[in-house]
């Protein structure tokens, strides 16, 4: 037994929009500035932090797309693919979701609801209770699980005078309301009809899986375990050069565009081998279909 009261893990859950929804009545209170600087911290949970490749609804779900644009550009790795197992893959390259959640401990907090959480655990400790908070799949085909998602929601839309709103958020929200409004007034004009305006394919329409679209997002953001130079980066590999040509780093222009070793693939898929970057990213389908010709999906 432990001599003193021990928490071992914080799981933090943020639902998603129900599809449908317009308005983002959740309240951000993420802000990692106050982190102290130099000290491992374990993402591990379910924020849904949206990417416009693949969701629908991503400019409604500010919220958790800014934790997941946070975590990218802070090179934290997320341990598992994003998919309804969420079981963690052996291969480095597959390690990537968008779903993140963070748990550092009660004096790094900075938002209300996570200070109140760890002050209710710290409560348990104080009283001689050894706390161990369990992670779970979001989404395994467990029962009950939409039950919880809707208590969820709802406990996520109470109105929450007491909770203040951070700047970041109050301009995503008015960001948002403005957006709409342009899409409601331009939607039935003379313009929209000539030059298509619409809202962007959604990962139905291109016919790709949640996953597919989730690691090609990732790739086109350059913080993708599937480059090798990125994995060096983040400390995962001690040698940063292609693997297939052994000539330069595996970064994104070299994958996509330069790698000899892979230029049969590109020509398969665009016609040429070496293609301009913005032609190699511009078409989720054709990234989609490299990468399974690669063998990286």
């Not at 990692?32 to 400019?59: K, L």
């Not at 200070?115 to 369990?134: E, N, Y």
């Not at 799949?137 to 919880?148: D, K, M, R, T, V």
């Not at 990962?203 to 990125?230: D, F, I, K, N």
Request: glycine share 8%; net charge negative.
């Amino acid at each position: 037994m432990c001599d003193a009261p021990k928490i071992n893990l914080v799981n933090m859950y943020v639902p998603p929009i129900r599809r449908g929804d317009l308005t983002d009545t959740r309240v951000q209170n993420f802000n990692p500035d106050h982190w102290p600087a130099g000290e491992r911290t374990f993402i591990c949970a379910d924020i849904n932090g949206h990417s416009p490749a693949w969701d629908r609804h991503t400019e409604e779900d500010e919220l958790g797309r800014t934790v997941g644009e946070w975590c990218d550009g802070a090179n934290f790795m997320a341990a598992n693919t994003g998919e309804p197992t969420r079981q963690s893959r052996a291969e480095p390259y597959t390690l990537s979701a968008p779903d993140v959640t963070l748990h550092h401990g009660p004096a790094a907090q900075t938002g209300v609801l996570a200070d109140r959480v760890w002050q209710r655990l710290l409560d348990l400790a104080d009283r001689g209770t050894h706390t161990s908070l369990q992670w779970v799949p979001g989404h395994a085909g467990l029962p009950g699980n939409e039950l919880a998602d809707e208590i969820a929601r709802e406990a996520a839309n109470l109105e929450q005078h007491d909770v203040p709103i951070d700047l970041p958020s109050a301009k995503a929200r008015l960001r948002r309301h403005a957006h709409r409004e342009w899409e409601q007034r331009l939607q039935p004009t003379r313009y929209a009809l000539q030059n298509g305006v619409r809202r962007p394919p959604t990962a139905e329409r291109l016919g790709l899986s949640r996953r597919e679209c989730v690691e090609a997002a990732r790739l086109r953001t350059g913080h993708s375990l599937m480059l090798r130079e990125y994995r060096h980066r983040i400390g995962l590999e001690d040698d940063p050069t292609c693997p297939e040509c052994g000539l330069e780093d595996e970064t994104l222009t070299h994958l996509l565009t330069d790698c000899p070793a892979r230029a049969d693939a590109r020509r398969r898929i665009f016609g040429e081998d070496e293609p301009e970057i913005k032609e190699a990213l511009g078409d989720p389908t054709k990234l989609v279909e490299l990468l399974r010709r690669l063998g990286r999906l």
